[in-house]
């Protein structure tokens, strides 16, 4: 069974940091893409950043190109977003994604929000 816990959300003031994890149980990480995506109320959810390869080739959404940094722990089965230089347009509900390489498999954690402001 798929399971993915995200943490570290929280509030924080224009410039600061957070960094997200994302624990995943039950996924092979080289078998699954592993993404960030974020949504805000009334819009869709949009993608931050993903794993484009297991191997570990990297995409970024221009919005965050420079800030944040996604990374991966394959021993920990754990996924981090590294999140500097915030700002308030960064506020949204974060989720963890993983999509089955192999097949229609997609999987969501439960979300956690990033609030920045002062």
């Known amino acids: 069974q798929v399971q993915l816990v995200e943490s570290g959300g929280g509030l924080v003031q224009p410039g600061g940091s957070l960094k997200l994890s994302c624990a995943a149980s039950g996924v092979t990480f080289t078998r699954y893409r592993m993404s960030w995506y974020r949504q805000t109320p009334g819009k869709e959810r949009e993608l931050v950043a993903t794993?484009?390869?297991?191997?570990?080739?990297?995409n970024y959404a221009d919005s965050v190109k420079g800030r944040f940094t996604i990374s991966r722990d394959n021993a920990m089965n754990t996924m981090y977003l590294q999140m500097n230089s915030l700002k308030p347009e960064d506020t949204a509900v974060y989720y963890c994604?993983?999509?089955?390489?192999?097949?229609?498999?997609?999987?969501w954690g439960q979300g956690t929000q990033v609030t920045v402001s002062s």
């Open positions: 794993f484009i390869t297991p191997g570990g080739r990297i």
């Open positions: 994604n993983a999509r089955f390489i192999y097949g229609a498999a997609n999987y």
